[in-house]
């Protein structure tokens, strides 16, 4: 059965430190591996989206990574603002037959104070 | 337009009502998802259309849960015989062409409350 399993459920952090998310997963045949921002009462945002051969992918303060032999990625967020307050998805899809089979986690809540 | 659009942005309905959610996907955008978020729940992936056409229809719920979309841009989600479990966010995204690769962008959601 196709799993995403997150830590740790909830985070507090203070301002300006840095902090680390992980999604292990248990997909197969694996696509590709996504990491969303999901603000309260938003649509998620997309930060990162990586395939089988990167295994490491940034955009701006949020750095992903993947070890596809372990089937674990992490999500680094550096120098925290309180704006990164939100829940952070890990979603891995795969592919059958050409349909799209995602497998979402249950996601990480960060909470930042000032 | 801007960003994918939804509506209704919030929807109050009595048990075994029938329900249509609508989603205006970003233009030029070949693909578009549906999906459910309940409470406290992580995202449910429902249904995936490529053009007018959905591979996979085997995500929905149940029979009382059908999309459709139509000239490759506008979709529908409506439910039907609506039960409380139904109760939760329904989100709309769209990538510009299919998913393998390419970044999927989230509507704010139709919130379904059913008494």
């Known amino acids: 059965k196709n799993q995403v399993e997150q830590s740790p459920q909830s985070l507090i952090i203070l301002e300006g430190k840095n902090c680390t998310l992980q999604?292990?997963?248990?997909?197969?045949?694996?696509?590709?591996l996504r990491w969303y921002k999901q603000d309260t009462g938003r649509g998620p945002v997309s930060l990162t989206i990586?395939?089988?051969?990167?295994n490491t992918k940034s955009n701006g303060r949020y750095t992903a990574t993947l070890d596809a032999d372990t089937k674990q990625s992490s999500l680094h967020i550096t120098a925290s603002q309180l704006s990164d307050s939100a829940s952070y998805i890990c979603v891995v899809s795969s592919a059958s037959g050409g349909s799209y089979i995602p497998t979402f986690g249950r996601g990480t809540s960060l909470i930042v104070h000032p | 337009g801007a960003g994918v659009s939804q509506s209704p942005s919030n929807k109050v309905t009595e048990k075994g009502k029938d329900v249509e959610l609508r989603c205006d996907p970003i233009?030029?955008?070949?693909?578009l998802y549906w999906y459910r978020q309940s409470l406290g729940q992580g995202l449910e992936f429902l249904i995936y259309f490529q053009g007018n056409s959905a591979p996979d229809k085997s995500g929905l719920p149940s029979d009382r849960f059908s999309a459709e979309r139509t000239g490759g841009s506008v979709s529908t989600l409506t439910i039907q015989r609506t039960q409380q479990e139904d109760s939760a966010v329904y989100l709309c995204?769209?990538?510009?062409?299919?998913?393998?690769?390419?970044?999927?962008?989230f509507g704010a959601g139709t919130r379904l409350s059913v008494l």
């Open positions: 990586m395939t089988f051969s990167e």
């Open positions: 233009s030029g955008h070949t693909a």
């Open positions: 995204a769209s990538s510009l062409e299919r998913w393998t690769k390419n970044i999927q962008y």
């Open positions: 999604c292990n997963y248990t997909v197969s045949p694996f696509s590709n």
